[in-house]
T-cell receptor, first 112, second 111 residues
Framework: NAGVTQTPKFQVLKTGQSMTLQCAQD?????MYWYRQDPGMGLRLIYY???????DKGEVPNGYNVSRLNKREFSLRLESAAPSQTSVYFC???????????FGSGTRLTVV | GENVEQHPSTLSVQEGDSAVIKCTYS??????FPWYKQELGKRPQLIID?????GEKKDQRIAVTLNKTAKHFSLHITETQPEDSAVYFC??????????FGKGTKLSVKP
């Protein structure tokens, strides 16, 4: 089993460009999440999907959109990238809420 | 808002010593308290978790204790080894069902 697969691993964008981060899990988990990790800030929730067909905002949703394409896939879109979005992005999934997360390997995004 | 305070932010110990990391949370309805380990450049990985009906849980050299009355929980690592060096995050289940993470503790184990 691959677990949680994220693509791409690295990306450099120019300010104003758009991109989509892809995430897929093969563990039949119901819940999926997108976090960003910045030095000294821990892991902050951007958006999450408790189950297929639902999405909700987290702590830092501004500048992002998400799509829960099906039970396996949960994508994160930056419509107009800004330098403040330079970060490491982690996708995660869990069987359901209040269960442990399995994280993807992360996407290191730099916006110049 | 919901948050969890994690202390210390950095911790340096000698190999073989014990390490303790403490977290205090704000939401008294939480029932799930996991701990994650993140090695440099890698993803966070779940190392141990505890639910609110249990006061302590052990797994080899690591243990977690929970005090719901005081709203705090702790990670204990005994007989530390250099491979324990990493950033450790506590977390708890927030009211919306997602995990709220602490800001992390960088543990360094000196040989």
């Amino acid at each position: 089993n691959a677990g949680v697969t994220q693509t791409p691993k690295f990306q450099v964008l120019k300010t104003g460009q758009s991109m989509t981060l892809q995430c897929a899990q093969d563990m039949n988990h119901n819940s999926m999440y997108w976090y960003r990790q910045d030095p000294g800030m821990g892991l902050r929730l951007i958006y999450y999907s408790a189950s297929e067909g639902t999405t909700d905002k987290g702590e830092v949703p501004n500048g992002y959109n998400v799509s829960r394409l099906n039970k396996r896939e949960f994508s994160l879109r930056l419509e107009s990238a800004a330098p403040s979005q330079t970060s490491v992005y982690f996708c995660a999934s869990s069987l359901q809420e209040d269960y442990g997360y399995t994280f993807g390997s992360g996407t290191r995004l730099t916006v110049v | 808002g919901e948050n969890v305070e994690q202390h210390p932010s950095t911790l340096s110990v000698q190999e073989g010593d014990s390490a303790v990391i403490k977290c205090t949370y704000s939401d008294s309805a939480s029932n799930y308290f996991p701990w994650y380990k993140q090695e440099l450049g890698k993803r966070p990985q779940l190392i141990i978790d505890i639910r609110s009906n249990v006061g302590e849980k052990k797994d080899q050299r690591i243990a977690v204790t929970l005090n719901k009355t005081a709203k705090h929980f702790s990670l204990h690592i005994t007989e530390t080894q250099p491979e324990d060096s990493a950033v450790y995050f506590c977390a708890y289940g927030g009211s919306q069902g997602n995990l709220i993470f602490g800001k992390g503790t960088k543990l360094s184990v000196k040989p």
